[in-house]
């Protein structure tokens, strides 16, 4: 069985935000603490501008923030194939306004340049773990993929969602399970290449660095 469900979320083809905020006061270093330039958890100062530009940022991982949506959806399972989480990413560099206003901020504080430098950036994130009563417990699948392209991404969206949701989760975790000699003891990088080419998928591509 497949389990899972499909969302009618979609990748927001907008890359910038042109809205400023209203405010004069020029941003503190802690308002751009914990700067993630790998991926999508956002500073405080870029959940200001989301709000700011009409987009909802929701919390992600205790105190971060990100742009996402649901993906897949499963419901509640305790053993076989179980969806760990499915997600879609954003990350929005600046235009207009916002971005004159952030360059006028950077002249007192240079740290909003990581703000500023920012490329607009689009992700997919799919993971399905495997537990079984004989204490079994691994990654069945576990796919990122990131670009700084939305239609290159939009499309390896199209396709892997009709290739996930195809699949027979619980069929292909057995069938890993059976295999578990030729990928275990392959480190982090190469568990995933193997398991991409077990499912035919391409391989992942993840944390690209968001500066230009």
Known sequence: ????????????????????????????????????????????????????????????????????????TQPDRVEGAVLNHSLLFERKGYTGEALQQLERWAKSNPLIYKIIRIRPKWGLDFSVDYADRDGNVFEVLHWEYDGFEYDEVQSR?????????????????????????????????????????????????FKMVIWS
């Open 1 to 72: 069985m497949n389990y899972l469900d499909l969302t009618n979320h979609q990748l927001n083809p907008i890359s910038h935000w042109d809205q400023p905020l209203a405010t004069m006061r020029v941003p503190l270093a802690r308002d751009l603490a914990l700067f993630d330039q790998n991926g999508y958890d956002l500073t405080d100062l870029e959940q200001h501008y989301a709000k700011a530009n009409q987009t909802r940022a929701h919390a992600h991982r205790e105190h971060h923030h990100a742009l996402k949506a649901p993906w897949f």
């Open 157 to 205: 969206k199209q396709q892997l969602e009709a290739k996930f949701a195809a699949i027979d989760w619980d069929d292909a975790a057995a069938s890993i399970l059976k295999q578990k000699d030729q990928w275990h003891h392959l480190d982090f990088f190469a568990q995933s290449d193997w398991k991409c080419n077990y499912f035919g998928i391409v391989k992942e591509r």
